[in-house]
């Protein structure tokens, strides 16, 4: 269905983006309004602000039962963009909570208005419809992230991370612009939805559609960190703010999969087989060597991106079912991913900052610091292995049986084989946590306001998940109708 001119449907369908902009204004106007010692409100009057967007997105912008081209055909008013931009929104808001006692940043407004920046462009690549709107939205979340990566301009790991995401990211992104280019060469329209009819019509061969499928490739593994295109991760994530690491972990990520999901199934129907293919070799390269190597990992950042990685590889099983169930169990598992990932990514800011160290040793006597920060983790790690009644077991239960139901039991197979290996290394981190001492164990780890906000509703959050999962995979199972729409 397409609408266009000034439909109010337009409007309110673009409501989370107008609201964006606003309450970014209103954080440069604050910025510029306050004197230095009270610019401590920008992060609370930042996520008050996305949580009343959220509220008014599910009021009055919900789309309906049928998808709706609008602005042109630019974008796509579905249930799977209006659900990844709750998440989106979700997600910055939560890191707006945790950057408040980041180190001179918490009082900086361009930091949260960058933040604000990056979480539009996430939102218009879940609703992208036409291959110029998603490479603007893709470059419109990039920049943002290259300098929020590389914001503590007195630490040289930041400026480090920054440098490379923004060498890496460039590069990515010029091979998958290439691949943009030549899919509007063949097909002759740069909207998503018309380029595989195109494609019929003019008799285009399987080899020229799946030359310009791996150059777009390039980019859209780049965003999701899928081997081979994984190596920036753990160096980034090191060397970025911690709550920014987090943040690029999971808001991300989940943009860069629903990206994928939108183009791969809208585009290259004709040749499913073929990219199916591909993308299995992708998905157990990526689960596989990012599990590896997190094994050997001592700093904690750089283990938690090498799982980030593996996770990666878990959520393309879903895409590779190239289904119905496949989609609903990818867009659920995206859901409680970025719910525990930035659970973990939360604690680890806390307790790097008040410890001054990232390396896994120095976590021993954690549980005895602070038991209920412990008890946070251990949700988080255990939730991130598989392990019930915590949201990662029900989401990985739901990925490996859309596997299963397209007849690919080897890949399943090869998913849980990672998972137990993946245990290893999150309960090596929770023996340090519950069995080692430490002569800082009659220290305490003091908790600020914003952060027992932001692990207490990303805690609870993740046992719903896990105990009641229906509505959520309601959710998910609409965003899926949507895309075979």
Known sequence: MFTGGFDPVN????????????????????????????????????????????????????????????????????????????????????????SMDLFDSGRRGEYFLLLLAATLGMNLMASAADLIMLYLAIET????????????????????????????????SAVMLYGFSLLYGFGGTTNLYGLSQAFLEGGLSIGAILGSLLLILVGFGFKVSAVPF?????????????????FLSTASKAAGFAVLARVMLAVFPSIAVEWGAIVAALATATMTI?????????????????SSIAHAGYALIGIVAISYLGV???????????ITNLLAFGIVAL???????????????????????????????????????FGGFVVKFAVFAAAIQAGMVWLAFIGVINSIVALYYYLTILKYVYLYRSEDEDKPLPVSRPYAIGLTVLSLLVILIGTVFAPWFSVASSAAAAIFR
């Open 11 to 98: 409007i309110l369908a673009i409501l989370p983006e107008i609201s964006l902009i606003v309450l970014g204004l209103l954080i440069l106007g604050l910025d510029l309004a306050l004197p230095e010692e009270r610019r401590g409100i920008l992060g609370w009057v930042t996520a008050g602000g996305l949580v009343l967007i959220i509220g008014l997105a599910l009021a009055i912008s919900r789309p309906g039962s049928e998808p709706i081209l609008l602005w042109g055909g630019m974008l796509r008013h579905d249930w799977l963009g209006f659900a990844f931009k709750i998440v989106f929104l979700f997600a910055a808001a939560i890191t707006a909570l945790f």
């Open 141 to 172: 979340t990039s920049i943002p992230l290259y300098i929020l990566a590389g914001f503590l301009t007195k630490d040289d790991k930041s400026t480090e991370s920054g440098f490379k995401y923004f060498l890496f990211g460039a590069f990515t």
């Open 230 to 246: 994984h190596f920036w991760a753990p160096d980034v994530y090191e060397g970025s703010p911690t709550p920014i690491a987090g």
């Open 290 to 306: 990012g599990n590896i190597i997190a094994l050997a990992q001592k700093n904690i950042k750089r283990l938690l991106a090498y």
């Open 328 to 338: 609903a169990s990818t867009v659920f598992y995206l859901i409680a991913y970025v």
């Open 351 to 389: 307790f790097g900052r008040v410890a001054g160290s990232d390396d896994i040793a120095a976590y021993a006597g954690m549980s005895r610091r602070s038991p209920w920060l412990a008890l946070g983790m251990m949700v988080a790690l255990l939730s991130l292995s598989g392990m019930p009644p």
